[in-house]
């Protein structure tokens, strides 16, 4: 399946970590990537290849995977943190090429 | 800087035709595989389209294949979507991504994106 799964919303209070997680078969075999998006703006490379992070992108964001699931951890969330989280994942052999999941709003409370 | 900016975008009726822009600066647009990527409004990314950087390769996502045309002219770094046969389900907000690459290879995600043009299908 090239469906990737992630939990519509997440709430954390801030300096308290979040987690989000996205699921599909696609993770099996294939890397994710995650992005932010705040409202109103173009989404933001954060995480790639599961768990790297680009530069400029603060220590406090992490990615891990596992199985066919990946998680984003936001670590010491902070009040800018709050934004739509996306992960993403590619296989150029498959017919869909690239697959996002569906979104995570994370709200911190 | 480094950026992309789209535009082109609009109300067009159903069926109706409309043909988007990508204007890249600041990077050496020949060396890099672009995508557009949409958004519905208050929904999720959906990618459209990816060619590469020497238009070799072209690739669409069923929803849109044989109706959307991806193309680029890397003379005047710009990267096009000529979209025909609109429908309602199309309205969205449509961006330009490039592709991550180094050292003339591309992977399949995307490290910088434009701001987006809004096409809205409507009567």
């Known amino acids: 399946s090239d469906k990737l799964t992630q939990p519509p919303s997440v709430s954390v209070s801030p300096g308290q970590t979040a987690r989000i997680t996205c699921s599909g078969d696609?993770?099996?075999?294939?890397?994710a990537y995650w992005y932010q998006q705040r409202p109103g703006q173009a989404p933001v490379l954060m995480i790639y290849k599961d768990s790297e992070r680009p530069s400029g992108i603060p220590e406090r964001f992490s990615g891990s995977s596992s199985g066919t699931t990946v998680t984003l951890t936001i670590s010491g969330v902070q009040a800018e943190d709050e934004a739509d989280y996306y992960c993403?994942?590619?296989?150029?052999?498959?017919?869909?090429?690239?697959?996002f999941g569906g979104g995570t709003k994370l709200t911190v409370l | 800087e480094v950026q992309l900016v789209e535009s082109g975008g609009g109300l067009v009726q159903p069926g109706g035709s409309l043909r988007l822009s990508c204007a890249a600066s600041g990077f050496t647009f020949n060396s890099y595989s672009m995508n557009w990527v949409r958004q519905a409004p208050g929904k999720g990314l959906e990618w459209v389209s990816y060619i590469s950087s020497s238009r070799s390769t072209i690739y669409y996502a069923d929803s849109v294949k044989g109706r959307f045309t991806i193309s680029r002219d890397n003379a005047k770094n710009s990267l096009y979507l000529q979209m025909n046969s609109l429908r309602a389900e199309d309205t969205a907000a449509y961006y330009c991504?490039?592709?991550?690459?180094?050292?003339?290879?591309?992977?399949?995600?995307?490290?910088?994106w434009g701001r987006g043009t809004l096409v809205t299908v409507s009567s």
């Open positions: 991504a490039r592709a991550y690459c180094s050292g003339g290879s591309c992977q399949w995600y995307f490290d910088l």
């Open positions: 696609a993770l099996a075999k294939q890397y």
């Open positions: 993403q994942s590619a296989d150029s052999s498959a017919s869909y090429h690239v697959v």
